[in-house]
């Protein structure tokens, strides 16, 4: 026992599998001080990566991994691949000039600066050379505008218009019971979410764009608080009625509950602090052992100090 012992000393524990393993198989990272076992990390990046997860940040803190270390990490290549492939979409989707192939199975974007005026693009893969809009983003049609080619493509596949259009306009997901798919406001990449009140704080994978499921707006960490009428749980925001109840009643009832709260912390604070130091100095004066005119001479003069302080302090705080 006492062998096996000496043995596992040299060994660390695993948090991720709770493993005990020799510290050569504990690669260290850049971005933090935090430990994992190189097996427990791998898997842990293929499901990141296999969840088309760009910024991959540690198991155990917020910090996230450096590009070049998931590639050291991953052995897989094609994972490798995917992850570079992800990297570069994030990149080209918050572009403003990138447009994107309309063509079946084609995934190339082609990046369009100035084309305003001149909107013809072409496919720049040797296999596809699709030609499209600009604008529109649709197959290009020189001798129509964009509208027109709209109204023509919408009358060959109106079921096809139709859904574009639901989820373009977010109309789909108020009346979806069990699973919606909206835009993110930024990229427009689809997103589905389960529609049963979970968290409406929501983080585009592709873009990595922080929305609310309910506005989809991009937001901060304030806007659950704010009076936009969306709750951080919730299938649906508040009404209006229940939004002007609110807003009223903050205008109305936060000054009346400030005064509330100064109007009993001031008293509090300026009697409080006198009464509470005279107490301590004469529970000192006793244990001193000091005389009754010297006790009575040092509580006074604490009661004396304590008063001209306490207003200081009480403005301070209020």
Known sequence: EEEEDEEEEGLIECPLCLLPQPPEAFPALS?????????????????????????????HCPALLQPSEIHQLLPE???????????????????PGTRWCPAPDCSYAVIAYGCAECPRLVCGRQDCRTEFCYHCRQPWHPNSSCEQTWREWSRQAPGAVEL??????????????????????????FIMKINDG?????????CGCLFCWLCLREITDV????????????????????????QLGMVLGAPMVISLVAGIAVPVITLGIPIYMGKKVLSHGRKSKLSVCQQCLSVSSSILLS???????TAVTV
Not at 31 to 59: D, G, K, M
Request: with cysteine; aromatic share 8%.
């Open 198 to 206: 979970s968290c409406n704080r929501m983080n585009c994978t592709i």
């Open 307 to 313: 008063l001209f302080v306490s207003p200081v302090i």
């Open 77 to 95: 290549a094609n994972l490798c691949e995917k992850y570079e492939e992800y990297l570069l979409r994030r990149l080209l989707v918050a572009d």
């Open 223 to 246: 806007h659950f608080l704010s009076p936009s009428g969306c709750t951080f749980w919730g299938k649906k925001p508040w009404s209006r009625t229940r939004k002007l109840l609110w």
């Open 31 to 59: 971005c933090c001080s935090h430990l994992s076992c190189l097996t427990c990390l791998q898997q842990y990046l293929r499901i990141e990566i296999s969840e088309s997860r760009v910024q991959v940040a540690c198991p």
């Open 164 to 189: 574009s259009t639901q989820l373009i306009q977010k109309e789909e997901a108020a009346q979806a019971d069990t699973e919606t798919v909206k835009v993110c406001p930024r990229c427009g990449a």
